[in-house]
Every structure is written in structure tokens, then in C-alpha cells.
């Protein structure tokens, strides 16, 4: 209850910021002119709010997307704004396993360090469908690609962390629907059944997936002594491209009878900016963020043993693809 009361008065949490603050209220003062960081899906949407305000904190932002024209644009968009800005466009199809890989080879040829890696692009509410790899579109893209690419950026990140005594920080875009995923949590064993499939359901198993991932990969670098967090966002109800797929009738109600839970971009990429930047935030890994404070996530979400269950699964989901 607390949380929707802050959600609808905007009423600033423990952080000092709720749910009317701004990406750039959140990181004002904020130099980030040592930092190197990845947004997936940079493009549009608050992606691309992301990408402008780190780039305003003077961090050197790489914009992974699958368009690239989007990509240009969203790129121009920034250097009009603010000329000075260190923004570089990269080619990322996240549902696909060889275009991840090739655009790790293509970033790790650039020989720059990373400090930040934002898992912020996703699909949502697609009709079923297989990706080229045969894995349903909503779990490959908000998932597996994400998981992929996090693995094979690792090394650079603790490499980074390791020679410049910065913490690296990773973020998983989630959302509150990861409470409305399928019975089972994670349907391990029926991953690409359409028998059964709801594009919502397979929505929120995806981003239930996010913070499950989140989460182990936290406790491991932990337990390595890394020096990198890793955590998880809910950026709020927006008015995004993501909602392409919502039949637009259905939208238009939602917004009319839920117009108070809604938030501009500016608003929706406030926490990812405050996870990502806050310095208050130093050493604080495996957490769930809502309006830019602490939240607890859903029970599965909170489970150990599905967290490493989800990570074996989706190791070997990959290499299964590899071999193929």
C-alpha cells in the first residue's frame, strides 16, 4: 500500500526521490566523466532518456539497437542538445545469439573499458513467436539476450573495476508485472510450447527472469569479491514504443482509468539513472528498485534456488543454440 500511496502523491521515499522525480533530478551534480557505459535499446523510449542523461553527466554512452537508423537519430538528438557529448551508435539484435556475440567482439575491439551495462531493451506482449534461434520471442529478447551479453561483457567489466578501483554496476530493466507471470514461475520445460502461451504471462516470466538473474549474478560476484553490483528496475507505467503491440482501444482506456500511475520518460528513467549513477548506492547488489527506493520483489523473485535454476537453464539454452 505504501508503495502505490508514494506511486500516486509522487511522495519522496528513504532516497529522497519518488515517483515524480526526473532522470536528471536524480543525478544532478553527478560527474560522470570517468565512466563508460552500455544502454541496450538506447534508441527510444526511456532507452534513449537513459543514453541523454549520462551523457549529460559527461559519461561516455554506447547505444546498443537493433535499428540503426533509430540509432543515428537517437545520436543527433543527444549532440544537438548538448554538442560535447561522447555518444557512439552499436548494431545489437538481442533476440538473436550470433548477433550478441558479434557485438561483444565488435565492442572489445574498441579496447574501452566499461563501467556500466544497462539491460534496458525489451519486447512486450508479442504475439507467439519463435526467434531465429527457436526460442520464444519475449524470453530470448527480454532474457537470454540480455544474459548472454552481461556473461561475455563480464570479464571486461571486472577487468575495468579491477585497474580503476571504480564499481562497476549492472542493471536489469524488470517490472512490476514479473508478478503476473505463469503458474510455475518459469516454464522450464515448455519455454517455446505455444500451447498455453499468453503474451502477457510470457511478459512477466521474462522480467521475473530479469530480477532472478539480477540476483544470482550478484550473489556470484559476491562471492568472487568483485567489485560490481548488480540490480534490478521497475521504471513505472509509460507511454513507450514497447506498448506497440497493445491494441491501441485497450491502451487508450488503461491510460483514462489509470492516469494517475503513469509517468512521462523523463519520470521512467529516473530509477535506472539513479541505480546506474547514485552514489548512495555504492555496494548496495541484488536489490529491486522502484520509484528510485528499495522495493521487495515478489516471492519467486526473491528465491535462491529458482535464480540458479534459471541460470543453468539458460546457460544450456545457449549452448544448445551454439552447437546448432
Known amino acids: 500500500m505504501v508503495g502505490i500511496f508514494s506511486l500516486v502523491t509522487g511522495r519522496p521515499g528513504p532516497s529522497g526521490f519518488g515517483s515524480s522525480s526526473t532522470a536528471e533530478q536524480v543525478t544532478q551534480g553527478i560527474d560522470a566523466s570517468n565512466l563508460t557505459a552500455i544502454i541496450t535499446g538506447g534508441a527510444s523510449g526511456i532507452g534513449l532518456e ?21 540509432a543515428k537519430e537517437a545520436k543527433q538528438l ?5 554538442e560535447s557529448a561522447r555518444v557512439d551508435i552499436m548494431k545489437l539484435d538481442l533476440c538473436s545469439v550470433k548477433s550478441v556475440r558479434s557485438f561483444v567482439d565488435n565492442f572489445l575491439a574498441l579496447d574501452l573499458p566499461l563501467n556500466i551495462l544497462i539491460n534496458n531493451a525489451g519486447v512486450m506482449f508479442c504475439p507467439f513467436q519463435l526467434t531465429e534461434d527457436g526460442i520464444e520471442m519475449q524470453f530470448a529478447t527480454n532474457h537470454l539476450g540480455h544474459f548472454l551479453l552481461t556473461n561475455l561483457l563480464l570479464d571486461k567489466m571486472k577487468q575495468t573495476a579491477k585497474t580503476t578501483g571504480i564499481e562497476g554496476r549492472i542493471i536489469n530493466l524488470s517490472s512490476i508485472a514479473h508478478l503476473y507471470t505463469y503458474e510455475e514461475g518459469i516454464r522450464f520445460d515448455d519455454i517455446n510450447d505455444e500451447f498455453g502461451y499468453s503474451d502477457k504471462r510470457a511478459y512477466g516470466q521474462s522480467k521475473l527472469a530479469n530480477i532472478l538473474h539480477a540476483n544470482e549474478l550478484s550473489r556470484r560476484l559476491q562471492e568472487e ?54 552514489p548512495s548506492l555504492k555496494g548496495v ?40
Open 50 to 70: 537513459t543514453a541523454r542523461v549520462l551523457a549529460l553527466r559527461k559519461a561516455h554512452v554506447i547505444i546498443a539497437a537493433r535499428n540503426m537508423e533509430s
Open 78 to 82: 543527444i549532440l544537438l542538445e548538448n
Open 225 to 278: 569479491g568483485v567489485n560490481i553490483t548488480a540490480n534490478s528496475v521497475h521504471p513505472g507505467v509509460i507511454m513507450t514504443p514497447l506498448m506497440r503491440h497493445s491494441a491501441l482501444l485497450m491502451t487508450d482506456f488503461l491510460k483514462i482509468f489509470s492516469f494517475f500511475i503513469w509517468k512521462n520518460v523523463p519520470q521512467g528513467a529516473a530509477t535506472t539513472c539513479y541505480v546506474a549513477l547514485h
Open 285 to 324: 547488489t541484488g536489490k529491486y528498485f522502484l520509484d528510485c527506493n528499495e522495493f521487495p520483489p515478489s516471492a519467486p523473485a526473491s528465491n535462491e534456488l529458482l535464480g540458479r535454476k534459471l541460470w543453468d537453464f539458460s546457460n544450456k539454452l545457449i549452448k544448445s543454440i551454439s552447437k546448432a
